[in-house]
T-cell receptor, first 116, second 111 residues
Framework: DVKVTQSSRYLVKRTGEKVFLECVQD?????MFWYRQDPGLGLRLIYF???????EKGDIPEGYSVSREKKERFSLILESASTNQTSMYLC???????????????FGPGTRLTVL | DQQVKQNSPSLSVQEGRISILNCDYT??????FLWYKKYPAEGPTFLIS?????DKNEDGRFTVFLNKSAKHLSLHIVPSQPGDSAVYFC??????????FGSGTRLQVQP
């Protein structure tokens, strides 16, 4: 079974703090993703990575950065946390898309971040 | 600009009846559509998918229908069970490899 783990289930930080959210997958997947989930907005893509040291901006990258130094690990960084970054953060991973295929994404359990 | 829309935030049905969850999209370049199910305090899990070249895909109690001319898809659950109570997300994908999700529909199946 694919396993995607996230470093914390709940996190409380103060405005202005630097926050690191870690995600690890154990299935040798090439692609990794960070989403945030907010009521009424669904899941919105922040950043994704399709290879080590590669990254692409998603739909809402402002205020975030990412790091992928190893294939199995994808970190989301909030350089200076703000209250509007209070949210549920979900990490996912998937295999490289084959010809005409799609990538089923496997999700971690999420980190609920509260910024005070 | 939401490219994938789920206009019903919630749906309540009786156990044993059919649940129909709807999804509309605007981007005609999407080539796969997927449904994910999410329980509280868990990550979403994949449920069923459909290619843009098909109009129906069935897996047990779950069937997804795609109407490309209307840019509409729906998920049918028959018969509905209390364990199906969850939030259902519609998602779509192009060659970018990243999913675009709708806002979700909370399904409650009453015993």
């Amino acid at each position: 079974d694919v396993k995607v783990t996230q470093s914390s289930r709940y996190l409380v930080k103060r405005t202005g703090e630097k926050v690191f959210l870690e995600c690890v997958q154990d299935m040798d997947h090439e692609n990794m993703f960070w989403y945030r989930q907010d009521p009424g907005l669904g899941l919105r893509l922040i950043y994704f990575s399709y290879d080590v040291k590669m990254k692409e901006k998603g739909d809402i990258p402002e205020g975030y950065s990412v790091s992928r130094e190893k294939k199995e690990r994808f970190s989301l960084i909030l350089e200076s946390a703000s209250t509007n970054q209070t949210s549920m953060y979900l990490c996912a991973s998937s295999n490289r898309v084959g010809q005409g295929g799609y990538n089923e994404q496997f999700f971690g359990p999420g980190t609920r971040l509260t910024v005070l | 600009d939401q490219q994938v829309k789920q206009n019903s935030p919630s749906l309540s049905v009786q156990e044993g009846r059919i649940s129909i969850l709807n999804c509309d999209y605007t981007n005609s370049m999407f080539d796969y559509f997927l449904w994910y199910k999410k329980y509280p305090a868990e990550g979403p899990t994949f449920l069923i998918s459909i290619s843009s070249i098909k109009d129906k895909n069935e897996d047990g109690r779950f069937t997804v229908f795609l109407n490309k001319s209307a840019k509409h898809l729906s998920l049918h659950i028959v018969p509905s069970q209390p364990g199906d109570s969850a939030v259902y997300f519609c998602a779509a994908i192009t060659g970018r490899r990243a999913l675009t999700f709708g806002s979700g529909t909370r399904l409650q199946v009453q015993p």
